[in-house]
């Protein structure tokens, strides 16, 4: 036993051992498990973004049914407008959706330019052509826009400081998307300076800190002074109102880019998720924010999961704008994602197999041992029952043994006793030649020893030591089969013969001898007797195995 429970706990212990490896060889392959650890308000800020993107197809819905009414509206209360008024609308509404979508902005500034046209109003002129064309500029048309801001003139004219800072700033904002979009030397660091040069003369006209920090941060961010572009950039976004929801989007997602290139990549998260939030919430699809956190997920947390759902989502947002250069940015990084992905898939799939496989084996060795252990445990409980069994049939026959050894004892030494007694006396009688007191004397002497009296005793010491073998013999026997003494406490000659084969006296012959019974009497009680047995077949076996 002991020796089947040291091999169930080796068998044990070595299946642990197995899983815990099996375990540790998942936990470096699985794709999961080779994720860089994020801080836990960055996990919270995902956690956000995943809920924002499951209500954003609602959240976009809601804002362009909101953007028809306002320009359903518009369009029917034009004649009761006043052109300022109407024009004042149309401004609104490309404020509200220039970021939306490019068929609006495109839309709502061209009505602003019809309306300023139709006013005969330089300063409205300008306004329209500035958003006009960086609105080209947002969707990619690059030729377009700068032939648009070509045709603007504002020498001679009286134009508010609003108005020119609009104009520059847009204008700069074009020239460094264009340096973005044509990424090569050395008509990239020309587009960059002169993006630099329209916001440098934007900054006369600006009056509010907030931009004046933004446009500050921006020309110093273009020419690569990272360190000292970005307090600006966090003044700026620090001084921003609430409501100003594309100027957050642009001050967040930037100091993200700035954060990441000078290697503080969990604060650069930060920002990123932080940007993309207030764009999930805004509606704001023309963005960069979406797209380069699935890149810093992709390249920095190595999670290429989480980052093939953003990547797809800002190709969406690209798509649903209409920017055409964006669309195209997503075929370089996203096929790398998906591709990487397929892979972590499959590694995952195979992997998975292998220690189901593995994990199967286990268990059915396990179960197998275990098996083999209850069987070999059970025949050894079935052993020591036939121990403890025979240990009782032992202590039985032992107590039988000794208490038939001690009554015929005292039988013998009554016996001896007797003769010593009978001789003395028979000797005395002989000298003195009374013949006649010697025959006397034997025949008082073979009274005491009489036949009947031994059978008596015989009976009286069985019954003493099996007081309910009577009982359980009956029970073995048919009703026509059933033994009853004629008196209590004793046998029949049937019962006798039996009792002898209980005690472990099985031939006929010492039978006989013992009961001073003839051998053909003996026979022929135990066939008579076996035959009115209930299972004949088992009959003396079964006798042996009463009053146990």
């Known amino acids: ?42 996990e919270a800020g995902l956690r956000t973004i995943d809920s924002l993107m499951l209500l954003h197809d609602t959240i976009t819905a809601h804002f362009e049914s909101v953007l028809h009414a306002e320009e359903s509206r518009l369009t029917h209360s034009a ?128 009056s509010n800190a907030s931009d004046r920090y933004y446009i500050q941060g921006k020309r110093l961010m273009w020419d690569n002074r990272l360190r000292e572009a970005r307090p600006y950039y966090s003044r700026a976004l620090a001084l921003t109102t609430p409501v100003d929801h594309e100027r957050r989007s642009i001050l967040l997602s930037t100091l993200a880019n700035i954060d990441v290139r000078l290697g503080r990549h969990e ?34 947390y190595h999670d290429p999961y989480k980052s093939s759902e953003y990547l797809s989502l800002a190709l969406k947002c690209a798509s649903t704008f209409g920017t ?112 006649d007191a010697v025959a006397t004397l034997l025949e008082k002497f073979q009274r005491t020893r009489d036949k009947k009296q031994m059978t008596e005793d015989f009976d009286a010491t069985f019954i003493s030591v099996f007081p309910s073998f009577v009982d ?9 089969g059933r033994q009853e003494g004629k008196k209590p406490g004793s046998l029949t000659p049937a019962l006798r013969i039996f009792a002898l084969i209980r005690l472990g006296i099985t031939d006929n012959n010492q039978i006989a001898r013992v009961l001073d019974y003839s051998f053909n009497t003996v026979y022929n009680y135990r066939v008579r007797i076996r035959n009115k047995a209930k299972n004949p077949a088992t009959f003396e076996q079964d006798v042996t195995a009463l009053c146990i």
């Open 1 to 42: 036993m002991q020796k089947i429970k040291s091999y169930k706990a080796f068998f044990i212990i070595c299946c642990t051992i197995i899983l815990v490896c099996l375990a540790l060889f998942l936990k470096a392959w699985l794709p999961s498990s080779r994720k860089v650890a994020m801080s836990a308000r960055n």
């Open 79 to 206: 004649s009761s407008l006043s052109p300022a008024e109407l024009y004042w609308g149309w401004k609104l509404l490309y404020q509200r959706s220039h970021l939306f979508k490019f068929d609006y902005s495109v839309r709502y500034s061209q009505r602003m330019l019809s309306v300023a046209r139709s006013m005969n109003d330089p300063v409205r002129r300008v306004e329209a052509l500035s958003f006009y064309g960086y609105s080209m500029a947002r969707g990619g048309f690059f030729t377009e826009a700068t032939e648009i801001f070509g045709s603007i003139r504002t020498e001679g004219l009286q134009l508010p400081d609003s108005v020119l800072a609009s104009y520059y700033i847009y204008g700069g904002r074009m020239w460094h998307d264009l340096a973005d979009y044509d990424a090569i030397e050395p008509y990239s660091s020309r587009y960059k300076a002169i993006g630099n040069d329209w916001l440098a003369k934007a900054l006369p006209h600006i």
């Open 267 to 300: 604060q650069g998260t930060h920002y990123y998720i932080a940007s993309v939030i207030n764009d999930l919430r805004h509606s704001i699809l023309e963005t960069v924010a979406i797209r380069a956190l699935g890149s810093d997920l992709f390249h920095n």
């Open 324 to 435: 055409r250069y964006r669309v195209n940015s997503m075929g370089s990084l996203l096929p790398v994602v998906e591709a990487q992905k397929q892979h972590s898939d499959r590694m995952r799939r195979w992997i998975m197999l292998l220690s189901t496989i593995v994990l199967t084996v286990l268990i059915l060795l396990l179960i197998r041992s275990l098996i083999s252990g209850m069987k070999k445990s059970r025949q050894l409980e079935e052993s020591k029952t036939l121990l403890q069994t025979s240990n009782r049939k032992l202590d039985e026959a032992n107590r039988i043994k000794n208490k038939y050894l001690g009554h015929y004892m005292d039988k013998a030494s009554e016996m001896t006793n007797q003769a010593n007694d009978f001789t003395v006396v028979a000797l005395q009688k002989l000298k003195l030649k009374q013949y």
């Open 472 to 480: 359980d013999f009956n029970d073995l026997m048919t009703p026509e």
